[in-house]
């Protein structure tokens, strides 16, 4: 069997001469090995390709996770077949898909899919794309509060196909849409055929709000291990659910923005696969946070010229800024990754900011005095100089009790006022661990050093 490269080559080598015969190139390719092929070629060849494939084919494929570039792919074929595309897709992956598209592209788009798909995307588009309304899916498994057990399971197995999920099943009123409660199938096949399935039935479940952030709704399904959660409106009818399979999506989607973050980029930088993302867009996506940490670097120029007078008569000391500064903002930024992903995770809030603060104060001093001694030993055996080896060891100990603790502060102080942790990232606490780290280092060696 070709492998991928040589059937990119040969797909290249097709569509110089003449779209026969690409569906054949690619009819035996497994789901996943064909995405990975149409992530490879440009956007023309993928949607060629695509074009060459049966709508069922094309579904599966679009339908995948590992499939990047869908909406620009889709965008580039013929209308009427993009509509019939999305039309076989579950309500909240069209809706995906469409959120992604260009404003005339978009219009394009609904005007060819059928009425009622139609207005349910209109509907569907009108939440936030990062909320519960905007990754929820309207096709959720429906019960009547007045069947039983055998008449819900009979129901399921006429609408299954229809349905994202038949494993969490909501038992609504009829004329209102109001919740009534939920069951699990497994509870359904357990239960007595005869038996009505109120019986059965779990009041009062979890649910989420449809302008609820997806971060959040992420989370409840981890918390209370859900498969699926209902999202309803401020009168408690069902909107939709949004299913455990869209939560990894939005974890994954959070993580990376994390990521991003942690590192001075803005979000949205990895939007797109990297040779599609403009060179600009990627310098404006940079450029703000690199900015400023350089504006803030100065200041470790400022400190080193107000000391200016202390580093002239101990040359020596001008030899240990980089390791200083440098252990100071590793520290700091362990303790930064550490407190942000228990927040993350709910384990701490600003409730125990004095706890986590004492905790990671007392790790920084005890991490401190075991790198002070090696730092004092490494400084006496460079230098000779029993005073600066001391100053050395006194500084290390210091920088890193007090990184430690601006690494604990800053990130609860950030999530108690609505600004993500993430944004003060380690490259920030690292410039501001510089700067103090200087002042620290300068004024213990003022302390100790004769010569000063």
Not at 60 to 74: G, V
Not at 106 to 115: D, F, G, T, Y
Not at 235 to 260: A, K, R, S, Y
Not at 280 to 292: H, N, P, Q, T
Request: aromatic share 4%; charged share 25%; hydrophobic share 50%.
């Amino acid at each position: 069997m070709p492998t991928l490269d040589e059937l990119r080559n040969r797909i290249n080598l097709r569509l110089e001469e003449s779209f026969v015969g690409i569906s054949e190139q690619v009819g035996d390719l497994a789901p996943a090995d064909l995405v990975e092929l149409l992530n490879q070629l440009n956007l023309i060849e993928a949607a060629t390709v695509l074009t060459m494939l049966p709508i069922s084919r094309a579904v599966e494929l679009i339908d995948l996770p590992t499939m990047t570039r869908r909406s620009a792919i889709l965008e580039k074929l013929d209308p009427g077949r993009t509509a019939r595309i999305i039309e076989e897709l579950s309500a909240d992956e069209r809706t995906d898909v469409i959120q992604q598209m260009g404003v005339a592209e978009r219009r394009r788009i609904l005007a060819k899919v059928s009425q009622p798909v139609k207005v349910e995307l209109e509907h569907l588009l009108q939440y936030e794309e990062h909320t519960a309304g905007g990754i929820m899916t309207t096709e959720l498994m429906q019960l009547d509060p007045e069947w039983t057990v055998g008449e819900a399971l009979r129901h399921i197995r006429e609408v299954a196909r229809e349905k994202e999920s038949i494993y969490a099943c909501f038992v609504m009123e009829r004329e209102t849409g109001h919740l009534l409660g939920s069951v699990s199938l497994r509870d359904l096949v357990m239960a007595e055929l005869d038996d009505p399935i109120v019986k059965v039935l779990r009041r009062k479940p979890v649910t989420v709000n449809a302008l609820d952030d997806q971060e959040t709704v992420a989370k409840k399904i981890a918390k209370y291990d859900l498969l699926a959660v209902p999202v309803v409106d401020e009168e408690g009818t069902v909107l939709g659910i949004v299913t455990v399979d869209d939560v990894i999506d939005v974890f994954i989607e959070e993580q990376t923005e994390d990521i991003l973050r942690m590192a001075a980029v803005e979000p949205g930088a990895l939007d797109r696969p990297y040779f599609d993302n403009p060179i600009f867009r990627v310098v404006r996506k940079r450029i703000g946070w690199l900015l400023f940490l350089f504006v803030a670097g100065t200041l470790t120029s400022k400190v080193l010229h107000s000391f200016e007078d202390e580093l002239k008569a101990v040359v020596a000391l001008s030899f240990f800024v980089p390791l200083l500064i440098g252990t100071g903002g590793n520290a700091g930024a362990q303790t930064v990754m550490t407190v942000i992903r228990s927040l993350s995770l709910g384990e701490i809030g600003l409730r125990h900011a004095w706890r986590v603060v004492l905790r990671e104060a007392v790790t920084g001093l005890l991490v401190g005095i075991v790198i002070a001694l090696v730092a004092f030993a490494q400084a006496f055996w460079i230098t000779q100089d029993m005073p600066l080896a001391l100053t050395i060891a006194a500084t290390i100990c210091t920088i890193c009790l007090w990184s430690t603790t601006v690494g604990a502060i800053i990130p609860i102080l950030a999530n108690s006022v609505g600004v993500d942790p993430a944004l003060l990232s380690a490259p920030l606490i690292s410039t501001l661990v510089d700067a103090t780290g200087l002042v620290i280092y300068l004024s213990i060696a003022r302390l100790i050093l004769d010569q000063i």
